[in-house]
Nanobody, 121 residues
Framework: HVQLVESGGGLVQAGGSLRLSCAAS????????MGWCRQAPGKQRELVAA???????NYSDSVKGRFTISRDNAKNTVYLQMNSLKPEDTAVYYC???????????????WGQGTQVTVAS
């Protein structure tokens, strides 16, 4: 069993910053890609950023230059540093991880419960 627990969401003024964290725990053998998605009310969930196990990042065009994704493999944790926040960044942010456990040899996608980010104008 694998759990992803997010933290760091909240309310911030436009132009401000927040840092999200997501820690994976459980019977983890290895983690491939880790990432963040978000879902605003009435919209589809969209990829924000992802990072490979070797540290190669990928960003959506809407956050490129403002958000930075990083990870600590020793702690099975992924971070999202969000700067220059805009009201349109308001959403529930979900972390996900491609995990292989000690029990099953295949990689499966796991998701956190989500954390609310609200950017006030």
């Amino acid at each position: 069993h694998v759990q992803l627990v997010e933290s760091g969401g909240g309310l911030v003024q436009a132009g401000g910053s927040l840092r999200l964290s997501c820690a994976a725990s459980g019977s983890i053998f290895s983690i491939n890609v880790m990432g963040w998605c978000r879902q605003a009310p009435g919209k589809q969930r969209e990829l924000v950023a992802a990072i490979t196990s070797s540290g190669s990042p990928n960003y959506s065009d809407s956050v490129k230059g403002r958000f930075t994704i990083s990870r600590d493999n020793a702690k099975n944790t992924v971070y999202l540093q969000m700067n220059s926040l805009k009201p349109e960044d308001t959403a529930v942010y979900y972390c996900n991880a491609d995990v292989r456990t000690w029990v099953v040899a295949n990689f499966y996608d796991y998701w956190g419960q989500g954390t609310q980010v609200t950017v006030a104008s």
